[in-house]
C-alpha cells in the first residue's frame, strides 16, 4: 500500500519540496523548509491521495488510517517529548489544510486541538499563564465549532455567533481587544461556548483529543467540497481531482505574552515587486488574528522596536534573503514567535500581481536570485491583461481632489482604478454588477463574500491589513482592492458608509484607486495604462515607463523560450498595427466580410448577393444553350449589369483595404480568409431597411424582397456559406482574389518590402473544393502578375473547420500549402452545437451536470475537437511534411488551449490583438514546461516511495551532519 503518512521537522523529514501533488503545497514546503534548517515544529502530511479515496469511499476515512495517524502521533511525542492527550506534557497540534495550490482562506485551520477540561489547567500549571491556556482553549473551541461542528453565523449580516459572546465579554469589561481580557472573563466565555455547542448540536463538545483529530481531518476533507472551494476552484481552474492534503502539526505559540506574536510576510511587495520587506504581524496574537483583520496589525519593520522581539527582526530578515535564495522566487511565509523563539510554519511561492510579476521577474532573474525558466513558469498570462488595466484620469481625479471628494486613504491591495456604485452586501454586488460597474463594500471580507468580490470592479475594507483576505483574494483576481480604510465607518443597517462628516449610500457612485490607496466620492474617469500609452497611444516614450522596461524584458525572455509563433485577427490595419506593437509576428485570420460591414459598401455586397442566383442561374443555361448568348444576355440584362457593377465597386475597396494591412504588416505574413458570412448577415432585416435598398438599387420592392426570402435558410451556421460561396459564385472569389494581387503588387512596387499574402478558403470539406478554388486563385495571380510584370510570393492553404476536412486532411493537404484550425466552427461542428445557441444549456452542462469541464468555446476540448486536430496535422504532414500549421479560432488566446496547440508541434497561435501579450507568455510557459517534462520525470510512482523513505531518512541525516 502506498505511503500515505509523512513526517516533517528537525531529523524526521520524509518528504520533500518536490513532492506538491502528493503533501500539497503546505506539507512539501514544510518538508523542505525542514530538510534545510529552517525551524519548523514537527508534524506530519496526510497525502491527498488519502483525501482522494476519502471521497470514493463514500466520504469515509479509509480503513486503517486511523493507526497510522496515532502511529505518527507517536512519532511527533516523542520527538517533542509530549504526550497528545497527556496529564503532565500535553502535546496540542493545529491541524491545517493544504493543496496543491493554495487556495487563500478556502480551508480552515484549527489550531490548539488537545485541549478539553483537563489539559487546558496541565497547559496554565506548565505556562504559569492561566490567560493564555484558557484564551487557547476557546480558541480551538470556537474553531473547532465552526469548522467541524459547522455551527456558523445565519447570513453575512449577522456576527460569528461566538464572536457575539466574546464582544459581550469585552463591552462588559470595556476593553476594546480580546487580549485585555483577564482570565476569569475568558473562562466564562469557555463555558458560555460549551453551552451554545450543546444547544446547536445537542451534544458535548467531544473531549477526547482522539476523536477531536479525527473529527478535524474529516472536516478538513470534507471542506474540499464546500461552496467556497468549488467556487474558487472553478475561477482558477483548479481540477476537483487534486484533493487536499492534512497536516497535523504541534503547535507553538504566539499568544504567550508579550515575547510572542504571530505574522506573514513576503519576501518583496507583492502588489508592487519593490524589493522591500512586507509583511505585518501582532504581539501576542494567535493564527488568524493577523490575516482576518479583527485586530490592526503592525508592520514587520516596526518589529526592529518593538520590545522583546528586537532580535526576533533581526532573525527574519535573514530568513527573508535565505528564502528567497533556497526556493528561486519571491516567498510568502508564516511565522510564529513562542517566548522570543521564531518557527516558521509555512511557505510558498507568493502570489503577485502583474505589475509585480514584471517586476519581480526582471528584478530576482537580473539578481541572478530566479532562473530565466521560472521567471517565465511563474507568470499567470491570463493576469497580464491587467497590465492594461486603466488608471484615473488626471482630470477627473484633480476635479474630484478640488471638490474635496477625497474621503480617505486605506491601503494600497490590488493595483489600478475602479468606479462603480456602491454595494455593501456580496449579494447585491452580484445583482447589480449586471447593470453596471459596481465597487463591494465591507467591514472585513470573509470566505463568504467572494461571490460579490468576483462580481466587483472593485474592493474596499475598513479592516486588515494588506495580508488581509481581502487583500489577497482581490490580487489574486486581479481586482482593484484598498483595504483597511480604518477612518470610514459602514453600517450594513443603514446602508451608509460614512467618514468624518461625508458619507456616500449604497447605490451611488465610489471611486478608489488600488494603487495609492485612494477612496473617492462620485464617478471618476479613467485612462488607459502606461503600456497602451507606450504601444498604442505612442503619447509616452518607452524609457520614461518603468512599467513598460520591466514588461518589455519579460516579453523579450518570453520570446526566446517560446516555440509558437504569435499571429493576430485583424480585418483593419489600426488592429493590425496594436498588434503588432503588442508582438504580433503576422496575420493569422482576416474576416473579409468585416471589411464590407463599414459605411456604404454593404449596399454593394446587397446587390451582389441579390443577384447572384439569377446570376449563376444565366451562366448555366449559357453553357447548355451557347447558342442562344445574344437571346440570355437580353433575358437577364438586369442581374447581369448589377452583379458585375457590384463586384466592379467592391473590387477597388476591397484591394485598399488589403493595401492597409499589407503596408502596417511590411513583410509579415498576412492570412486573408475568402469570403465566410452566413448570407442572411448581409440582407435586410425588414420592411422598411428592403424598402431603402430596392431605392437605392432601383429595382422593385418584391423583387429584393423575393430574394431576401429565398434566402432565407433555417440553418444558417450550415448553409451556403464558406466556400461554398466562391464555388457556386467564382466571381466572388476572383474579385477578391484580383483585390489581394492587386493589392500586394501596388504596396511591393511602393515599398522595397513584399508583402506575403496567404489566401484562406473557409469551410472546405471536400478536396474538390480546395482543388476549384485553388485553380481559380492560381489563374488570377497569373493575370494579375502578368499584367504588372512581377510576381510575388503567395502560399494558398485551407482552414480545416469541419469534422470531414480533419479527416481527410490527408488528400486536403494535396492541395493545401497551410492549414488552419478554426477552432469556433470545429468546436461547433464536432460537438453539433451552436455557439449562439449553446447559452441555454451550456452553463448547466458545466456548473450543475459537470459533463463538461469548461465551456468548450472558450477552452479547447482537447480530446474531443483535439482529438480531430490530432488526426488532421497527422494526415497534413503525411502529404506535405513541411505543411504550415497554425489555429486562428478564438481558442488561439487561451492559454490552456496554447499549451495543447504547444504539444501538437502547431507553427502559430493567431488571437486578438490585446491578447497578443497574453499568448505570448503562455506559449513560452508552455514551451519551458514541456523542456521541464523531459528534463526531469514527474514524481515517482508513490508505492516505490514508501520503500525508499528509510533510505531517504538516511540521506536526511547525512545532510544534516555536514
Ligand atoms: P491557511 O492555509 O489559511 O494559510 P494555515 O494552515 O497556514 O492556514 O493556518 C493559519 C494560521 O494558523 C497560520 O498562519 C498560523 O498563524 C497558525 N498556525 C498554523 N499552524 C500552526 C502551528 N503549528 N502552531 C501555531 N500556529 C499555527
Ligand atoms: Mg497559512
Ligand atoms: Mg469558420
Redesign the pocket.
Known amino acids: 500500500m502506498a505511503k500515505r503518512v509523512y513526517l516533517f521537522g528537525k531529523g524526521i523529514t520524509e518528504g520533500n519540496g518536490g513532492q506538491r501533488n502528493l503533501l500539497g503545497g ?1 506539507g512539501a514546503g514544510l518538508a523542505e523548509m525542514a530538510k534545510r534548517g529552517f525551524n519548523v ?1 514537527p ?1 506530519f502530511t496526510i497525502t491527498t491521495e488519502v483525501c482522494t479515496a476519502y471521497y470514493a469511499n463514500k466520504r469515509k476515512m479509509p480503513a486503517g488510517l486511523n493507526e497510522e495517524v496515532k502511529k505518527a502521533v507517536g512519532a511527533i511525542e516523542k520527538h517533542t517529548g509530549k504526550q497528545f492527550g497527556g496529564h503532565k506534557n500535553p502535546l496540542l ?2 491541524v ?3 493543496a496543491r495550490e ?8 484549527i ?1 490548539n486541538l488537545g485541549l478539553n477540561d483537563t489539559t487546558v489547567e496541565v497547559l496554565k500549571a506548565k505556562s504559569n499563564n492561566g490567560r493564555f491556556a484558557y484564551d487557547s482553549y476557546r480558541r480551538f473551541i470556537q474553531m473547532y465549532s465552526g469548522v467541524v461542528l459547522q455551527i456558523e453565523r445565519a447570513n453575512e449580516n449577522q456576527h460569528d455567533p461566538f464572536e457575539i459572546i466574546i464582544e459581550e465579554a469585552r463591552n462588559k469589561r470595556g476593553v476594546k481587544h480580546d487580549n485585555q481580557l483577564p482570565e476569569e472573563d475568558l473562562k466564562s466565555i469557555i463555558e458560555k461556548f460549551k453551552k451554545l455547542v450543546l444547544e446547536k448540536t445537542g451534544k458535548p463538545f467531544p473531549s477526547d483529543p482522539y476523536k477531536q483529530l479525527e473529527g478535524a481531518i474529516g472536516a478538513v476533507f470534507a471542506s474540499w467540497m464546500n461552496e467556497r472551494a468549488i467556487l474558487y476552484r472553478r475561477k482558477y481552474k483548479i481540477p476537483e481531482e487534486w484533493g487536499t492534503a492534512v ?1 497535523v ?6 499568544n504567550m505574552g508579550d515575547s510572542s506574536g ?3 510576510a513576503f519576501t518583496r511587495n507583492p502588489a508592487t515587486g519593490e524589493n522591500e520587506f512586507y509583511g505585518e504581524f501582532l504581539v501576542n496574537a ?6 482576518a483583520g479583527i485586530r490592526t496589525p503592525l508592520k514587520i519593520s516596526a518589529m526592529a522596536t518593538t520590545p522583546n522581539l528586537e532580535h526576533c527582526y533581526k532573525e527574519l530578515c535573514d530568513v527573508r534573503k535565505h528564502l528567497e535564495k533556497e526556493f528561486g522566487d519571491v516567498q510568502d511565509f ?3 514567535i513562542e517566548n522570543g523563539k521564531l ?1 516558521m ?2 511557505t510558498r511561492n507568493g502570489k503577485r500581481t502583474a505589475r509585480a510579476y514584471v517586476k519581480i521577474a526582471r528584478d530576482m532573474v537580473n539578481q541572478k536570485l530566479m532562473t530565466p525558466e521560472h521567471a517565465i513558469e511563474s507568470a499567470d498570462p491570463e493576469a497580464l491583461e491587467q497590465l492594461l488595466a486603466p488608471v484615473f484620469h488626471k482630470e477627473s481625479y484633480q476635479k474630484a481632489i478640488n471638490a474635496n471628494l477625497l474621503l480617505t486613504k486605506g491601503l494600497p491591495a490590488g493595483p489600478g482604478a475602479a468606479t462603480g456604485t456602491l454595494a455593501f452586501t456580496a449579494e447585491k454586488a452580484e445583482r447589480w454588477a449586471t447593470h453596471g460597474p459596481v465597487v463591494l463594500a465591507r467591514v472585513e471580507t470573509s470566505p463568504e463574500d467572494l461571490r460579490g468580490m468576483l462580481a466587483a470592479k472593485g474592493i474596499v475594507t475598513a479592516k486588515g491589513g494588506v495580508s488581509s483576505h481581502a487583500a489577497v483574494v482581490a490580487r489574486q483576481m486581479g481586482k482593484v482592492c484598498v483595504v483597511g480604510a480604518s477612518e470610514i465607518d459602514i453600517n450594513y443597517s443603514t446602508g451608509v458608509l460614512t467618514c468624518g462628516d461625508k458619507s456616500i449610500k449604497e447605490g451611488e457612485f465610489i471611486s478608489i484607486n488600488g494603487s495609492t490607496g485612494e477612496v473617492l466620492i462620485g464617478k471618476i474617469d479613467t485612462a488607459p495604462s502606461e503600456l497602451i500609452q507606450v504601444l498604442i497611444d505612442k503619447t509616452m516614450a518607452p524609457k520614461d515607463s518603468e512599467l513598460f522596461t520591466e514588461y518589455d524584458f519579460v516579453m523579450k525572455l518570453a520570446d526566446k523560450y517560446r516555440k509558437l509563433g504569435i499571429r493576430t485577427n485583424a480585418d483593419q490595419p489600426e488592429q493590425a498595427i496594436n498588434a503588432v506593437a503588442f508582438g504580433a509576428e503576422g496575420i493569422g485570420l482576416c474576416r473579409t466580410e468585416h471589411m464590407f460591414f463599414k459605411g456604404d459598401r454593404i449596399d454593394y455586397v446587397r446587390e451582389m448577393i441579390i443577384f447572384a442566383a439569377e446570376y449563376a442561374e444565366y451562366k448555366s443555361k449559357l453553357a447548355q444553350r451557347p447558342g442562344d448568348a445574344v437571346l440570355l444576355e437580353n433575358e437577364y440584362h438586369i442581374p447581369i449589369m448589377h452583379f458585375k457593377q457590384a463586384l466592379e465597386k467592391l473590387l477597388p475597396i476591397q484591394q485598399e483595404d488589403f493595401e492597409g494591412l499589407f503596408n502596417a504588416m511590411g513583410e509579415r505574413p498576412v492570412t486573408v480568409r475568402y469570403l465566410d458570412p452566413p448570407l442572411h448577415e448581409f440582407l435586410p432585416q425588414n420592411k422598411d431597411q428592403i424598402d431603402e435598398l430596392s431605392r437605392k438599387l432601383d429595382v422593385p420592392f418584391e423583387r429584393v424582397s423575393q430574394t431576401v426570402h429565398s434566402l432565407h435558410e433555417s440553418n444558417p451556421m450550415l448553409g451556403h456559406r464558406g466556400c461554398r460561396l466562391g464555388i457556386v459564385y467564382p466571381e466572388i472569389s476572383e474579385m477578391q482574389s484580383r483585390a489581394l494581387f492587386r493589392a500586394a503588387l501596388a504596396v511591393a512596387a511602393k515599398n522595397k518590402k513584399s508583402p506575403k499574402p496567404e489566401i484562406m478558403i473557409p469551410l472546405v470539406g471536400f478536396e474538390r473544393e480546395l482543388e476549384l478554388q485553388l485553380e481559380l486563385v492560381n489563374r488570377v495571380a497569373k493575370e494579375e502578375f502578368a499584367a504588372a510584370k512581377r510576381t510575388l510570393e503567395y502560399k494558398v492553404g485551407t482552414m480545416i473547420e469541419i469534422p470531414r476536412a480533419a479527416i481527410m486532411a490527408e488528400q486536403i493537404a494535396k492541395h493545401a500549402q497551410f492549414f488552419s484550425f478554426g477552432t469556433n466552427d470545429l468546436t461547433q461542428t464536432t460537438l453539433g452545437m451552436s455557439r449562439d445557441d449553446a447559452g441555454h444549456f451550456l452553463p448547466f452542462y458545466e456548473k450543475e451536470a459537470g459533463i463538461v469541464k469548461s465551456n468548450p468555446f472558450a477552452t479547447l476540448d482537447q480530446i474531443g475537437v483535439g482529438k480531430l486536430m490530432e488526426i488532421a496535422v497527422q494526415g497534413g504532414r503525411k502529404t506535405r511534411p513541411d505543411i504550415k500549421l497554425g489555429i486562428c479560432g478564438e481558442h488561439g488566446g487561451d492559454p490552456a488551449s496554447i499549451e495543447f496547440c504547444n504539444g501538437l508541434g502547431l507553427s502559430y497561435v493567431s488571437c486578438s490583438p490585446f491578447r497578443v501579450p497574453v499568448a505570448r507568455i503562455a506559449a513560452a510557459k508552455s514551451a519551458v514546461k514541456a523542456m521541464q517534462s523531459v528534463a526531469k520525470p514527474v514524481e515517482k510512482p508513490t508505492a516505490k516511495k514508501a520503500v525508499k523513505s528509510v533510505k531517504a531518512k538516511k540521506v536526511v541525516k547525512k545532510v544534516r551532519k555536514r
Open positions: 503546505k515544529p508534524g497540534v493545529a491545517r489544510s493544504g493554495s487556495m487563500p482562506g478556502m480551508m480552515d485551520t489550531l497536516n502539526q504541534s503547535m507553538v505559540f504566539g504571530t505574522g506573514v494567535q493564527g488568524e488574528d493577523v490575516v508564516e511565522f510564529t518557527y510554519l509555512q
